[in-house]
């Protein structure tokens, strides 16, 4: 039924499922604040890394995930000066400052933060497969690497985001 | 209890911290469905007020699991609807306007 049809005040976000599918900084951090921010407001919260979005919670990788300085038109930089060596490191040590300065955490401490808030980390299986990775090469914090039918089943009643 | 009126805005934070005490706080709580508050919903509920009195906001989530001396695992327990939220609310502070 429409929630609204009766009159009453729409019925409230239970679940949200996020997709991770970016390995850029940029990529990466709106849904882990999606994420954190859901299960502030006590909502139900799954995270699934798919693609490069597996580097969020690669132990290798998770340290060094960087702003895309090429072909990142909102940075208002030339193409060819993104590409410099050094400059995608540089803007994203700026960033993370910034970001400190608003309490906002690195994303290895994010990544904990989240799953001791109580939220389902999961890898999808497919990405795992595609580039050889296993268990082992993921943060404690990961749940379970799953199938894209398994991730439908524990979205369901919830909200599927895309990032 | 002793029935006594305060300030509150819409969604029932109070507006007046000075009207707040741990009776007004238990009371809170007990509306949100957190009845008794043990010693450590009392520790988290006491910082997140200091902060607040010390700086003139709440801290984020992030400050609570560090600084309070409740990691953050067992603030979703002791305020499963959202600690930050919650704990504000009964620490008689506005709410916490921060997306972290």
Not at chain 2, 53 to 62: F, Q, W
Request: charged content about 20%; hydrophobic content about 45%; proline content about 6%.
């Amino acid at each position: 039924m429409d929630p609204q049809a009766d009159g009453n005040a729409p019925a409230p976000i239970e679940k949200v499922s996020i997709i991770v599918s970016k390995g850029s900084l940029e990529g990466v951090y709106p849904a882990l604040i999606m994420a954190n921010g859901a299960r502030m407001e006590g909502i139900e919260a799954n995270l699934f890394f798919t693609f490069f979005g597996l580097d969020a919670i690669n132990r290798a990788k998770h340290e060094h995930v960087k702003v895309a300085t090429v072909g990142n038109p909102g940075l208002h930089l030339a193409t060819w000066a993104g590409g410099i060596p050094g400059v995608s490191s540089l803007v994203t040590h700026k960033l993370a400052e910034e970001m400190e300065k608003l309490d906002i955490p690195p994303i290895p401490e994010f990544v904990e933060m989240i799953a001791e808030s109580g939220a389902g980390l999961y890898a999808c299986k497919a990405s795992v497969d595609l580039f050889g990775l296993t268990t082992d090469d993921f943060v404690d914090e990961v749940t379970e690497v799953i199938t894209v039918g398994e991730f439908y089943g524990l979205a369901a009643g919830g909200q599927i985001i895309f990032t | 209890m002793m029935s006594r009126a305060v300030d509150v805005d819409a969604e029932g934070f109070m507006t007046d911290a000075t009207q707040w005490d741990r009776d007004v706080a238990a009371a809170i709580a007990a509306e949100a469905g957190i009845s008794p508050l043990t010693d450590r919903h009392w520790q988290v509920v006491e910082f997140m007020r200091e902060r607040y009195l010390e700086s003139g906001s709440a801290p984020s989530i992030r400050t609570l699991g560090k600084a309070s001396g409740v990691p953050i695992k067992e603030l979703y327990e002791l305020f499963p609807k959202g600690p930050a939220k919650l704990a504000a609310k009964i620490a008689g502070i506005p709410k916490p306007r921060g997306c972290i």
